[in-house]
């Protein structure tokens, strides 16, 4: 009678499993028949919203009904808790290990005692780049690492080499960035560089400025100083 028991237990919790791998099953054919640029969802799970499934593509979130007839793109808020679901979910699938970073391929600067931290991918042509740079000029305490990423044509390609190779790569950064002093022609290993667009493709940093905290948590564009300050803390 106990194996008997046991064995009805088992299959009690088996089913509702079963039901939902072929629901997912299912849902990820008829998306995929439909939708051609859906044949290759990466992942299908419930949201709380009853019958709301989510369709994630790479980081790309979608939102379909249960026999995939219908889907959605934007946010799912979540009115009780105030809370935009959506966006939470795109934060922890962008976040970014600060230890995985190539921090030695940064430009490093050390603000008092350095203790909250941050890294900025930033192309020296990039106009909100600019802008950054001057919102945080007066941030302390606070230890920034420049990656380096020439996305926006030739000219950057030149601008960041001869950032990157210049005798003081912080002081001639700062020179272009805040006073449009521009870098003298400079030669060295530009390894660091080519490394660091590697790292922004694989992943998904697309544009500039992009933000990385100690957290983890990612920000695309430039902000406020006084937001700045608040996350830095935050993220110690």
């Known amino acids: 009678m106990k194996k008997t028991a046991s064995l009805l237990a088992a299959l009690a919790l088996a089913l509702p499993l079963t039901a939902a791998l072929a629901q997912e099953a299912d849902l990820r054919k008829t998306l995929g028949q439909r939708l051609p640029s859906l044949s290759n969802i990466d992942e299908v799970s419930k949201t709380p919203m009853q ?17 995939g007839d219908f889907v959605l793109q934007g946010n799912l808020i979540d009115t009780r808790a105030r809370k935009n679901l959506t966006e939470e979910r795109i934060e922890k699938l962008t976040a970014i290990q600060f230890d995985a970073l190539p921090l030695k391929n940064a430009i490093k600067q050390v603000r008092g005692k350095g203790e909250r931290k941050v890294a900025i991918f930033e192309d020296p042509n990039c106009h909100y780049c600019h802008k950054l740079e001057h919102e945080i000029a007066d941030l302390d305490n606070v230890t920034i690492y420049t990656f380096l990423i020439p996305i926006l044509g030739q000219g950057s390609v030149e601008k960041a080499k001869n950032i990157w190779c210049a005798k003081d790569p912080l002081k001639t950064w700062h020179a272009w960035m805040q006073k449009q002093v ?34 983890g948590a990612r920000v695309p564009g430039a902000i406020p100083g006084s937001r700045m300050d608040e996350m830095l803390n935050a993220a110690k």
Do not use: M
């Open 51 to 67: 019958g709301v499934y989510e369709i994630r593509v790479g980081n790309d979130i979608l939102y379909a009904d249960a026999k």
């Open 182 to 215: 521009e870098p003298a022609a400079a030669e060295c290993d530009q390894a660091a560089i080519t490394a660091n667009l590697e790292f922004a493709r694989a992943n998904r940093i697309t544009g500039t400025p992009t933000i990385v905290f100690a957290n």
